[in-house]
């Protein structure tokens, strides 16, 4: 997997890979993103919640996205939608600007050779010969991703409303059902007793 040392002598992406574990295209992607939003919005890594991040996928770019930015779940301040796409919304509430990151198709596609290549490499049937064809084509295409930036992974996409409202604290209130305390905004209402949703799951 080639990432140039542009980036990963970084000491931000050091410490993406030191919160994520390890050095990954995924990882790198979300660093990209993240950096190109924070650029874009010309502002800095969050202290509190005057940043937010969206995301729609669970994968390993939105660590990159939590260091880099510093929106978290903790704060409140990162929003995680299970649309399954790599794409990223980021917000400043300070001035309303927002921008919503999505890989372009090109970067997650690669010609027939390299594909057959990888699927031979998978299945661990893949000679010494294609082994090296492999890590040729797929480095190649690789280098002419990143040599023109953090832009050339991604369509921006400026956008307008609102963002999502800074966290609240709320009352806790036992659940009707398991007796577990629960945010007051998040019972629900199962024949008129107030309950925490893994109970109405459990009993639906």
């Known amino acids: 997997m080639y990432i140039p040392d542009s980036i990963t002598k970084q000491s931000d992406y050091q410490e993406c890979v030191k919160f994520h574990g390890h050095t990954c295209m995924g990882l790198t992607i979300g660093y990209l993103a993240a950096t190109l939003a924070l650029e874009h919005l010309q502002v800095e890594r969050a202290t509190d919640e005057e940043l937010v991040a969206i995301v ?13 930015t510093g929106c978290t779940f903790g704060k409140g301040n990162f929003f995680f939608k299970d ?3 790599i794409a990223f919304t980021f917000g400043n509430r300070a001035t309303d600007r927002s921008i919503r990151l999505v890989l372009k198709p090109e970067v997650l596609s690669a010609p027939d050779e390299e594909l ?14 294609e082994i090296k064809r492999y890590e040729e084509i797929s480095e190649s295409r690789i280098r002419d991703l990143f040599s023109a930036g953090p832009g050339n992974f991604f369509e921006v996409q400026e956008l ?19 007796g577990e ?8 209402d199962m024949n008129g007793r107030s309950v925490c949703k893994g109970c109405t799951v459990a009993d639906g």
């Open 56 to 68: 729609e996928n669970d994968a390993c770019c939105c660590d990159a996205v939590q260091v880099l």
């Open 160 to 178: 307008t409303g609102p963002l999502p409202p800074a966290a609240t604290i709320t009352q806790s209130l036992a659940c009707a059902s398991c």
């Open 116 to 129: 057959s290549l990888r699927d031979l490499l998978r299945s661990g049937q893949a000679s010494a010969d």
């Open 181 to 188: 305390m629960v945010m007051k905004t998040k019972l629900e």
């Open 83 to 85: 649309h399954g796409k």
